[in-house]
């Protein structure tokens, strides 16, 4: 099916007003925003904390965000898949109440047993109510981003993005804090950023009915735990491989990693931003095969040329950021490479999720997390920082390989 290009800004505007193509248009507005904001909290982070610092705040952020991803039991997505066939007050007061207080419950486990599973961030038991008050408003302020999205109403989404960026405000007067400073002003953008959202869903005339919603949870059980399953293979490795790095390379390599990878997220957020709206618009009822392939010419059209420009002046932006963060240049490379073959693996996940073929969607997820975190082990060790690029290159060109494989099999292609 041929894919029609506007010829004047009427045409463009015309495609503008598309769901899919306006949705991704404002998630990826979103992302690059975040980023933008991203860079410059890092730019002054770097400055004003020691490299220690900032590889202890990661890493703490890294663990906040994989609670998220362990307690949100698929019910993120079953926003997205349910909101246009079910009240959508309960729907939503069910999916901000019970991942909640699971990501307070395994929160609190975390803090109990951080001498265990990673004594490097023992720091975490003096700051525990910061720690569990940023934990729950970031559970969810997560739901509701989602929401926006169900709701076509992603411009509110992006309205949150501008905000976060207040994060920045609150590094110089945190500062004697140390890892605890940047932590904290994190948390802070997103607890000031939850009441932003409560007052943007109003607006949408939807009041999320906090409660547990039975029948909801029954009907979106199979459905959500797959994707459940699926997310956390899929995610998990972002959240874990900062406190990978930190174990087997140190504080300043962790550092090295993750600003690296924030820059390189930039790119990351085109397909994350397309395959969400292909998402959306196949649980309306879109038509998937001219979406599938609208979405895929949209994507490459972004990504390649935002790959050369990144591959082209990755140095200068590091060096920004702070001088010893440049040797991170070699990773940078091989990361947004990688990007080409994540953006066919997230297309293939959205469109296992419109399909609900969860048996494949578990598969390739399972897959990409196994391999990019035993890879990535391994070739740290052999290679250093530059051996977790190298992973995540080859990880996700199996995974396109896979994606092509299971294409065939079940002859959507």
């Not at 949705?23 to 909290?41: D, H, R, Y």
């Not at 904390?49 to 900032?54: I, L």
């Not at 599973?117 to 970031?138: C, D, F, K």
């Not at 929401?147 to 309205?159: D, G, I």
């Amino acid at each position: 099916m041929a894919v029609a290009f506007p010829r004047n800004f009427s045409g463009v505007r015309e495609q503008l007003q598309e769901p899919l193509i306006r949705n991704s248009f404002f998630i990826m507005a979103s992302s690059l925003v975040a980023a933008g904001f991203g860079f410059f909290f890092w730019m002054i982070a770097a400055r004003l904390y020691s490299q220690a610092d900032v590889g202890i705040a990661t890493a703490l952020l890294s663990s906040v965000g994989l609670l998220i991803l362990i307690s949100r039991l698929g019910l993120d997505q079953s926003v997205i898949r349910f909101f246009p066939l079910r009240d959508k007050n309960g729907v939503l007061g069910t999916a901000l109440l019970v991942p909640t207080a699971v990501a307070l419950g395994a929160g609190l486990l975390f803090i109990a047993a951080v001498d265990v599973i990673s004594p490097e961030l023992a720091v975490v038991r003096t700051i525990a109510p910061l720690y569990l008050t940023v934990l729950g408003a970031y559970s969810l302020i997560w739901v509701l981003e989602g929401a926006f999205n169900a709701l076509r109403k992603s411009e509110h989404y992006f309205t949150l993005n501008v905000f976060y960026g207040s994060r920045i405000l609150f590094l110089v007067p945190l500062v004697f804090l140390g890892a605890t400073g940047i932590f904290g002003a994190f948390g802070l953008s997103f607890i000031l950023g939850l009441f932003l959202a409560l007052a943007l869903l109003a607006r949408c005339s939807v009041r999320p009915v906090l409660g547990v919603d039975r029948v909801f949870l029954r009907e979106a059980w199979q459905f959500s735990a797959g994707a459940y399953i699926a997310g956390i293979l899929m995610s998990a490795p972002n959240m874990v491989i900062p406190i990978m790095v930190l174990h087997v390379l140190g504080a300043e390599s962790t550092a090295n990693y993750y600003i690296t990878y924030a820059i390189v997220s930039i790119l990351f957020m085109i397909p994350y931003a397309f395959t969400t709206s292909l998402f959306v618009e196949g649980s309306h009822g879109g038509e998937m095969k001219k979406s599938v392939l609208r979405t895929l010419v949209s994507m490459f059209a972004l990504l390649i040329p935002a790959i050369i420009v990144l591959s082209l002046f990755g140095e200068q932006i590091l060096n920004l950021i702070g001088k010893d963060y440049v040797e991170g240049m070699a990773l940078l490379r091989v990361l947004a490479l990688s990007a080409l073959f994540v953006s066919i693996c997230q297309t293939f996940i959205s469109i296992a999720k419109v399909r609900n073929d969860i048996r494949s969607l578990v598969i390739l997820s399972g897959f990409v997390s196994v391999a990019l975190l035993g890879l990535g082990y391994t070739l740290m060790h052999r290679f250093g920082l530059i051996g977790m690029g190298y992973a995540w290159f080859v990880t996700y060109l199996a995974g396109t390989l896979l994606v092509g494989l299971i294409l065939k099999k079940k002859k959507w292609v």
